[in-house]
């Protein structure tokens, strides 16, 4: 199981925005500012699409976007694109202890 | 151009053992801590082991912690992960990545396949 919780699924249609939630606790997502997002494709390794919550790499789209509300963070993909359609996972530093926890992923369908 | 290359993997008995290596370029080497993750089939990604980039800072899962050790040697631009005691719960893809800092992984290898069967 999981440190981090997402949606199993989420869908929506080209041109349209989805949300992917990542729920943690006070001990990781809450407590530090260091959440990430990874797209990833069957097959192919992950590629890095936001860090420290909100700060995107470069060459990543603008349409993706990342925030925080208390212990759970967000990946917000806008304007979907076919190509869009990936596994999505989250990660958190939780401390010195566990370092760095991840997300079960969400797979993310474009309709 | 960042590239990481992982190799090393392969098919064993439960209870063997298994050194993945992973070279790396494209970058100032011994500034950058280095990462195991793995994926095990079906399931989502998990951090295995992270070395900083002067060894001074060494972490693993509590899943591997006692059995797995990581080193890296910086005039070879290479790390390793040494597994010992291997179980069928080690069967995944693991990947080498380089920490960007923030926590955050920016690239990764393209992993190797480790299974681990009777």
């Known amino acids: 199981q999981s440190a981090l919780t997402q949606p199993p699924s989420a869908s929506g249609s080209p041109g349209q925005s989805v949300t992917i939630s990542c729920t943690g606790t006070?001990?990781?997502?809450?407590?530090?500012?260091?959440v990430s997002w990874y797209q990833k494709f069957p097959g192919k390794a992950p590629r890095l699409m936001i860090y420290?919550?909100?700060k995107r790499p470069s060459g990543v789209p603008d349409r993706f976007a990342g925030s925080k509300s208390g212990n759970t963070a967000s990946l917000t993909v806008s304007g979907l694109q076919a190509e869009d359609e990936a596994d999505y996972y989250c990660?958190?530093?939780?401390?010195?202890?566990?370092?760095?926890?991840f997300g079960g992923g969400t797979k993310l369908t474009v309709l | 151009e960042v590239q990481v290359l992982e190799s090393g993997g392969g098919l064993l008995q439960p209870g063997g053992s298994l050194r993945l290596s992973c070279a790396a370029s494209?970058?100032?080497?011994?500034?950058?801590?280095l990462n195991w993750v793995r994926q095990a089939p079906g399931k989502g990604l998990e951090w295995v082991s992270t070395?900083?980039?002067?060894?001074?800072?060494?972490d693993y899962a509590d899943s591997v912690k006692g059995r797995f050790t990581i080193s890296r040697d910086n005039s070879k631009n290479t790390v390793y992960l040494q597994m010992n005691s291997l179980g069928a719960e080690d069967t995944a893809i693991y990947y080498c990545?380089?920490?960007?800092?923030?926590?955050?992984?920016?690239?990764w290898g393209q992993g190797t396949l480790v299974t681990v069967s009777s």
């Open positions: 990545v380089k920490s960007s800092g923030w926590y955050a992984f920016d690239f």
């Open positions: 494209g970058f100032t080497f011994s500034s950058y801590a």
């Open positions: 070395i900083s980039g002067d060894t001074t800072t060494i």
């Open positions: 006070s001990s990781d997502v809450g407590g530090y500012n260091y």
């Open positions: 420290a919550v909100t």
């Open positions: 990660s958190s530093y939780a401390g010195s202890n566990d370092f760095v926890v």
